[in-house]
Nanobody, 122 residues
Framework: QVQLVESGGGLVQAGGSLRLSCAAS????????MGWFRQTPGKEREFVAH????????YYADSVKDRVSISRDNAKSTVYLQINSLNPANTAVYYC???????????????WGQGTQVTVSS
């Protein structure tokens, strides 16, 4: 089992930046690809970014690729999501998740955190 805990969310003004963290415990995540998703009420969970187990490959949703950067530190069992130039449309709960391979589909991911709320004010 892998336990994932997100942190770093909060209230930020439009134009600001945040760095979200996802700390893993239990089974090592060094062999898992890691993804970030986001969700707003009434909508499906949306893919944001994915990073391969080694960190050598990254994938981004077209809607965010110019403003988001995913990274990982396997020694710390932590994955990060840097989000820049935030706008109110980015308000959502952000989740990290672990998957055996790179995919944008949520059902591929075996383990999920509880999420961290990001609220962007105008």
């Amino acid at each position: 089992q892998v336990q994932l805990v997100e942190s770093g969310g909060g209230l930020v003004q439009a134009g600001g930046s945040l760095r979200l963290s996802c700390a893993a415990s239990g089974r090592t995540i060094s062999t898992y690809g890691m993804g970030w998703f986001r969700q707003t009420p009434g909508k499906e969970r949306e893919f944001v970014a994915h990073i391969s187990w080694s960190g050598g490959r990254t994938y981004y949703a077209d809607s965010v690729k110019d403003r988001v950067s995913i990274s990982r530190d396997n020694a710390k069992s932590t994955v990060y999501l840097q989000i820049n130039s935030l706008n109110p449309a980015n308000t959502a709960v952000y989740y990290c998740a672990a998957a055996p391979w790179a995919d944008m589909k949520p059902y591929t991911y075996n383990y999920w955190g509880q999420g961290t709320q990001v609220t962007v004010s105008s």
